[in-house]
């Protein structure tokens, strides 16, 4: 080949290359989701994709702890994660997240006004809510005769082998914690040791440990207790009112979930047409329908079933005191040795 042809040949490269990689930033035709297992509804991913064209991969975590850990690995960009309340908070102090720009966001106008510039994003500037919630106690009634209303009560001899919980250190140290006065975000070496000898107790009590269902090992009969996310209780009622919701007396989490964009996010124009689309009153309605845990969206309240409303484990009666988590930096790590060692023991 002439040199001149050479040239106009990798000219001709350049220019279709520099083509598709500007096309591809004005219409991102991807975003790669991490969000929680059971909690984003294919209908909902699938009516985005129809509408924008743009393909959604979505990869499931269980934890904030595990969500982390893949996202500061680096081994794979998101454009979206659902972190909760005391992990935002730690992304923000970390410089982990992208503001958002609302003025691609403009259905951020139907967020219910409590769950907007909480402790955790004080100026809104970074997440949008996907779903609030609580951890609290499942009672199989019809197995269960005791009137149970605190942790105390679950964690007892006879109900060894009998009972689920979540697979969260945060989650089960801060139970513990409340039973001995202490907040969820009283993480201190003492505290932790004082907590100790009362989980050494309560874990050889446990059959299953399952953050993403829960409610299946109640569902099948293989245990008869649990404490699990409220939304998992939602749909274990609906499926039969003898499983029961109780708060813990002694005091219990209230999480807030939220959608955010990491600050390497490959197409971050996605992640904002995303959380504008579910911000959408019909869609967040959808989100309710398949996972009813506490909807964030005023608008989309207003489009909920009387039934829905009056779920307990939803929207539990009167107005329970519950606690948020806040970021306890790396005290997370003796959090999460603590019961990792201790179910090691068995
Ligand atoms: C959904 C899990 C709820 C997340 N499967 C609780 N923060």
């Given amino acids: 080949m002439k040199r001149t042809a050479i040239i106009t040949v990798i000219g001709l490269v350049a220019a279709v290359a520099a083509w598709s990689c500007s096309s591809k930033q004005e219409a991102p035709k991807e975003l790669n989701l991490f969000a929680w297992s059971e909690y984003v509804p294919q209908s909902v991913i699938d009516g985005f994709s129809k509408e924008t064209g743009i393909k959604v991969n979505y990869e499931t975590y269980a934890s904030n702890e595990e969500m982390l850990a893949k996202l500061v690995s680096g081994a794979q960009r998101y454009d979206l994660i659902q972190p909760s309340e005391y992990t935002i908070e730690a992304l923000i ?137 409220s939304g998992e209780a939602a749909l274990l009622y609906n499926e039969d009112p003898k499983f029961k919701y109780v708060l813990p007396s002694e005091g219990a989490h209230q999480f807030i979930d939220s959608l955010a964009i990491p600050a390497n996010a490959p197409n971050p124009d996605a992640s904002l047409a995303f959380m504008n689309y579910i911000l959408r009153p019909e869609v967040s309605k959808l989100i309710s329908a398949d996972f009813p845990y506490t909807n964030p969206n005023l608008e989309a309240r207003k489009l909920l079933s009387p039934e829905e409303l009056k779920n307990p484990a939803s929207y539990p009666p009167g107005s329970p005191k519950l606690d948020t988590f806040a970021d306890i930096g790396e005290s997370s790590v003796q959090v999460d040795k603590l019961v990792t060692d201790l179910k090691a023991e068995g």
Avoid: C
């Fill in 93 to 229: 102090k970390e410089k982990q997240l992208k503001p958002i720009d609302w003025s691609k966001v403009p259905n951020g106008k139907n967020i219910a006004p409590q769950f907007k510039n909480l402790p955790h994003d004080p100026k809104q500037e970074y997440s949008v809510p996907w779903m609030a919630g609580s951890v609290g106690i499942v009672v199989n009634t019809d197995k269960v005769k005791d009137d149970i209303k605190g942790y105390n009560d679950v964690f007892q001899e006879k109900y060894k082998g009998r009972i689920v919980v979540l697979d969260d250190s945060r989650e089960i140290v801060s139970w513990a914690l409340a039973t001995i006065g202490k907040g969820p975000n009283d993480v201190t070496p003492e505290n932790l040791a004082k907590v100790k000898p009362i989980l050494e107790k309560w874990l050889p009590l446990v059959k299953v440990y399952d953050s993403d269902s829960p409610k299946t090992a109640l569902l099948n009969g293989d245990v008869d207790i649990g404490i699990v996310w």
